[in-house]
């Protein structure tokens, strides 16, 4: 954060500034306490001047929202090498890195914050999820993915959205842990819609071909033989797809 002197920036360099410095206030408390006043101090800047960058706060904390959705975007971005169970893994843990740094600005990014129902807001919020989902799909090297993988992926990513959004409130479960149990979660639902549609049990074995029993993936397996030690695990999912129901006619 910028304080003390003034000095002579660009027009550019001074806006690029007055998002950084908001995004950090956002990023430690909720934008709408946040005032005018308080981002011009801790730019060491008049409020006019303020002003002059930006027409009101909306268009600032906007501005400050493109920065930090372009950053958790990114988050997703990982080398398509190694088992999928680590590659989730490590996304994850960046994930929740940033949530935990920009907790009230994550909050206000996936919940619309002082701008709710701002059209510019919310394609924000829509272009963070799908480049979340683009990452997924990209690891399991499907071009065209079928319906039931598509309703898994997008599924899985509002499910650690809202997970991360409640983990703010009281922070009970160790991170690492709930990044881990998010992983679990992906594969389970996986697996369950592999049990219904054989071309989804096709991905699941391809993936499960490449994991590692001591990987996230393979300890999930483990946990799950625990909870029914007398039923055996097999070793790539079996499809289940139900029978039609009888026509009555």
Do not use: C
Not at 4 to 33: C, H, K, T, Y
């Amino acid at each position: 954060m910028t304080t003390g002197v003034r000095r002579r920036m660009g027009v550019e360099e001074r806006r690029q500034q007055l998002i950084g410095v908001a995004l950090e206030l956002f990023s430690n408390r909720s934008p709408d306490d946040v005032s005018i006043d308080e981002i011009a101090a801790a730019a060491g800047i008049s409020r006019p001047l303020v002003y002059h960058y930006f027409p009101g706060k909306l268009s600032l904390y906007e501005a400050a929202l493109r920065r930090a959705a372009d950053d958790l975007a990114q988050r997703f971005v990982e080398p398509h090498e190694g088992p999928l169970g680590a590659r989730l893994l490590r996304v994850m843990g960046r994930f929740f890195a940033f949530v935990e740094d920009h907790g009230p600005g994550f909050s206000a990014l996936m919940r619309g914050g002082p701008a709710v129902g701002s059209t510019r807001t919310n394609a924000m919020i829509d272009e963070v999820r799908q480049a979340a989902y683009d990452q997924i799909i990209r690891h399991l090297g499907i071009e065209r993915p079928p319906a039931r993988l598509a309703l898994v992926v997008r599924s899985w990513v509002s499910l650690a959205e809202s997970t991360a959004l409640i983990w703010l409130e009281s922070r009970e479960i160790p991170r690492a842990e709930l990044e881990l149990q998010l992983v679990h979660d992906f594969a389970a639902l996986a697996a369950v819609s592999a049990a219904y549609d054989t071309e989804m049990a096709g991905i699941m074995v391809r993936v499960l071909e490449g994991e590692p029993a001591d990987g996230p993936f393979g300890e999930l397996v483990g946990r799950l033989a625990l909870l029914v030690p007398n039923t055996p695990v097999p070793s790539t999912p079996v499809p289940n797809t139900p029978e039609p129901a009888p026509d009555p006619h």
